[in-house]
């Protein structure tokens, strides 16, 4: 399945240039993973496309505002939330106070650290996917022939491995099998997890929507 990078631009409503510098990258993982149809393709930009902020970025922000935190994170960051959450007069959280939410949210889960070892920064969301936590960035990088686990900054700066990241965990999940019978909903709870929110979920359709016009997809 090979996408153009009009169709992309149309898909995900985002400038030509955006969409030719990521087509390569993005046609390379559709083939490699078995993304073969325009069902397939269709449902994989979609997803991505909500992931990556309309491939606008590669890795996870923590610029949450106080409120923002505690409804993603919960009890995890509750105790801290009003520290470091997006203060009055801020425009985003800076970034030295990112990395303290990122170590205290992702310590101690699938194979991190402590938030004192830095893990839930290094292993952050990465990736058209967002890869996240040691564990998956070790399965990710087993998978690709990559030491992502001593390089992960490679799934943010490198176009290539953040196509594959997205395509490998496509395909250990079963991506195409859930687009095969239709199952859109279920593709995405399997990707955001059984708390994706109801909002999650319909930007997830409105991707869609917009990917299968452009691939021409009933």
Known sequence: MI????????????????????????????????????????AFIAQIGHESAALSRTSESFDYSVQGLIATFGKRIAANAAMLGRQPGERAVPIERQIRIANIVYASRYGNGDAASGDGWRYRGGGLKQITFHDNYAAC???????????????????????????????????????DRGDFDGLSTRINGVGITVDSLAARRARWKTCKAALGVA
């Open 3 to 42: 996408v153009t990078p009009i169709q992309l631009s149309m898909a995900l409503l985002i400038p030509i240039a955006r969409a030719t510098d990521w087509a390569a990258p993005q046609n390379a993982a559709l083939i490699e993973f078995g993304i073969s149809t325009p069902a397939r393709a269709a």
């Open 141 to 179: 990088a087993a998978a690709l022939g990559v030491n992502l686990l001593v390089t992960p900054e490679l799934l943010v700066t490198d176009k290539i491995l953040a196509a594959r990241s997205a395509g490998w965990f496509w395909l250990s999940i079963g991506g195409n099998a859930y687009v």
